[in-house]
Every structure is written in structure tokens, then in C-alpha cells.
């Protein structure tokens, strides 16, 4: 090929508690690898983020269609990457049926990562469903802090998120530096289209969330979730009538 090698950095200083440790230069090196990474494709980039961070690197997945297709590509290229779904206790059961999808297509176990408290026990806790009186809080303690908990040790997590999902979405670099979890974030992604996406999936006969059939495009929690109609934003059905639009895992 006549593409220039990528970017190779240097190697990772640690904190005390084993995280990578941030600084300039790290930033730095961060921002000129992302800018390379820009034209390569999810695999080259999948691939760039093993060399760099296994066995530190990690992948969090809703199941969504482009979860599912990092999951494809991982079962390719470093299927021993531990991949984790953060399993608020809301989830609908077509989703989670995914998980045993993913394990008979590719050997691939996808970790569920709970919150301490039950579903019931969290509820009992706080009169009732946080989601109706404090959706935030809820998304903190049942995604924002299992998240936390399960990025110690780790130097790098994969998302599957897309610039042209949302316009909170658009500036997501391929690599940077997600300062919420101390963590490497890599989005292999970013410059895909929804079009893309399921051109993918389609191919490659990818399983997907049996929902998208039925007119769920984005799917999170039942509670928080509904399908959208023709025209509508794809992410629309997220905390709909709420002023919220993201449970706060990928954004500052
Ligand atoms: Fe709670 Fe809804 Fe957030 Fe799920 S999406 S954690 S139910 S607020």
C-alpha cells in the first residue's frame, strides 16, 4: 500500500492508580494521531487502537446497529477485546437477546456491567422511578457511574458514536481524550452515515436489535425510548419531551 504508516506514540505513562496519566504532550500526540486517523477506515482505526492499548483497551456497547458493527470487526480482529454493556436494569429484552446473539455468531461474550442496586432496590430507594422525576440522576447512577467503575485499569474505550448523529455529536474526534473517565476515547465511527452502517450490516448479514424494524432508530432504556416517525431526527425517540438528549456517557 502506498498509505504512510500510522502513528505510532509513545509509550503511556501511568498515574498511582494505573490510569494513563494526562498531560500536553499526551494531548498533543492524541490530536496529530485522530488527525491521520481521519481517512482511515474503522478497521484500520480498530485496528491502531489494539496495537496501542490492549489488553487496556475496551469496548462499551448498547447493542445498537453501530455497536454491532465494531463488534463484526473486532470478532476479526482482536476478538479477545473485552467488550461490556452497561445493563441499567431497563433494558428491553430484544436487546439483551443481542448478547446471547453475539455470543453463537462470534464466540464473543459481552460483559454486563450492573449498577449496586437493583432496579427494585434503587425505585424503593427514591420513591419511585428517577427516570420520571430525575432522568439525569438516574442515567448517572445506572450508566455515568458503572462506566466510571469499569474504566479503572483500562487506558482506552471504544465508542460507536457518529458526527452526524447529533450536532452534539459532530466534533467527536477518531482519538481523544475523554476527560469524564480519564480514559482514551476512539470512535473508529466517527465519519461513518447511518447509510453506511447498514449497507454494513447488510453485507455481512451483521445481527441487529429487531426493533430497528419496527420503527425504534436509537435505542436505549424502555422508559426513555420510543420509536420516531417518518422525518423525524434519528435519536428523536431518546427522552422524548424532555429537554435531555444524551444520558451524559458522551459528553463533557
Ligand atoms: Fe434511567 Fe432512562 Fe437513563 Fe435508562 S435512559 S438510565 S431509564 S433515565
Not at 481523544?176 to 482514551?184: A, C, E, P, Q, Y
Request: with cysteine; glycine share 6%; net charge negative.
Amino acid at each position: 500500500s502506498t498509505k504512510p504508516s500510522l502513528r505510532v506514540l509513545n509509550p503511556p505513562a501511568e498515574t498511582a492508580e494505573g490510569k494513563l496519566a494526562y498531560s500536553s504532550e499526551l494531548q498533543a500526540e492524541l490530536d496529530a494521531a485522530s488527525q491521520q486517523l481521519e481517512s482511515s477506515s474503522p478497521e484500520e482505526i480498530l485496528r491502531w487502537a489494539v496495537e496501542h492499548y490492549a489488553p487496556k483497551f475496551t469496548m462499551a456497547t448498547a447493542f445498537g446497529p453501530e455497536g454491532m458493527v465494531l463488534i463484526h470487526m473486532l470478532a476479526e480482529i482482536a476478538p479477545e477485546t473485552p467488550i461490556f454493556n452497561l445493563d441499567t436494569g431497563y433494558q428491553f429484552k430484544e436487546t439483551l437477546e443481542l448478547r446471547e446473539e453475539i455470543k453463537r455468531r462470534y464466540g464473543i461474550e459481552v460483559e454486563l456491567k450492573k449498577p449496586e442496586l437493583t432496579v427494585e432496590q434503587f425505585e424503593q430507594a427514591n420513591g419511585g422511578p428517577v427516570y420520571r422525576t430525575d432522568p439525569d440522576r438516574c442515567c448517572f447512577e445506572r450508566k455515568i457511574k458503572v462506566l466510571q467503575q469499569s474504566a479503572l485499569g483500562m487506558y482506552a474505550w471504544s465508542s460507536a458514536i457518529r458526527r452526524d448523529q447529533s450536532p452534539d455529536r459532530a466534533k467527536a474526534p477518531i482519538v481523544g481524550w475523554d476527560k469524564k473517565f480519564g480514559l482514551v476515547k476512539i470512535s473508529p465511527l466517527a465519519n461513518w452515515t447511518k447509510k453506511l452502517v447498514w449497507n454494513f450490516i447488510t453485507q455481512h448479514n451483521v445481527p441487529y436489535n429487531p426493533l430497528h424494524d419496527s420503527g425504534y432508530t436509537s435505542i436505549g432504556c424502555w422508559p426513555c425510548t420510543r420509536a420516531v416517525g417518518i422525518g423525524e431526527d434519528e435519536r428523536a425517540g431518546r427522552w422524548s419531551g424532555l429537554a435531555k438528549t444524551e444520558c451524559g456517557l458522551h459528553t463533557q
